[in-house]
T-cell receptor
Framework: GENVEQHPSTLSVQEGDSAVIKCTYS??????FPWYKQELGKRPQLIID?????GEKKDQRIAVTLNKTAKHFSLHITETQPEDSAVYFC???????????FGTGTRLKVLA | DGGITQSPKYLFRKEGQNVTLSCEQN?????MYWYRQDPGQGLRLIYY???????QKGDIAEGYSVSREKKESFPLTVTSAQKNPTAFYLC?????????????FGPGTRLTVT
């Protein structure tokens, strides 16, 4: 079945450094790739998303890149801050299925 | 608070009892979802509904049941047949677009069964 692999499972960076989280998906028909941030005990919240007709998208310190040929996409956070510490999930969705396949999450720790 | 609510926030039950978790949305979304989240793990799909009076099993539906009698409501019942029900349960909704839009999550219900 469809799956999404996410790496690394944990990531520690110094404040001000960049963080990169990578995901690989299996269904070549997937066309929507959201990234969610979940703080401890809270709901996941969308931070950025990308559709298959776009290769890169940026929103201030956050960017996502998509390589359809390789079926992988990445989240880039620059100038990390302590409040970026959270668990980040990637997901992939295929048209017509109404299903979102989530990665297993990356726990990001930004060290002050 | 995002237009999707879940209640209660914390729920405690004895083993062998059925329990129903509430999920309500006022976003006019057609699609609704239930996920289970265990510590250190991702989101696993329990059930989803594309439209009123219709729902589909997800990857871990055994021991759970749902109903979708109204567009805004998608309650989840955790039955006594669910072997390990203690978990964090998240409800979500999205516009009807075949999965190509953002999912909005509720605040979650933490269920503890002893």
């Amino acid at each position: 079945g469809e799956n999404v692999e996410q790496h690394p499972s944990t990531l520690s960076v110094q404040e001000g450094d960049s963080a990169v989280i990578k995901c690989t998906y299996s269904d070549s028909a997937s066309n929507y790739f959201p990234w969610y941030k979940q703080e401890l005990g809270k709901r996941p919240q969308l931070i950025i998303d990308i559709r298959s007709n776009v290769g890169e998208k940026k929103d201030q310190r956050i960017a996502v890149t998509l390589n359809k040929t390789a079926k992988h996409f990445s989240l880039h956070i620059t100038e990390t801050q302590p409040e970026d510490s959270a668990v980040y999930f990637c997901a992939a969705s295929t048209p017509g299925t109404y299903k979102y396949i989530f990665g297993t999450g990356t726990r990001l720790k930004v060290l002050a | 608070d995002g237009g999707i609510t879940q209640s209660p926030k914390y729920l405690f039950r004895k083993e062998g009892q059925n329990v129903t978790l509430s999920c309500e949305q006022n976003l006019n979304h057609d699609a609704m979802y239930w996920y289970r989240q265990d510590p250190g793990q991702g989101l696993r799909l329990i059930y989803y509904s594309q439209i009123v009076n219709d729902f589909q099993k997800g990857d871990i539906a055994e021991g759970y049941s749902v109903s979708r009698e109204k567009k805004e409501s998608f309650p989840l019942t955790v039955t006594s047949a669910q072997k390990n029900p203690t978990a964090f349960y998240l409800c979500a909704s999205s516009p009807s677009a075949g999965g190509a839009y953002e999912q909005y999550f509720g605040p979650g219900t933490r269920l503890t069964v002893t």
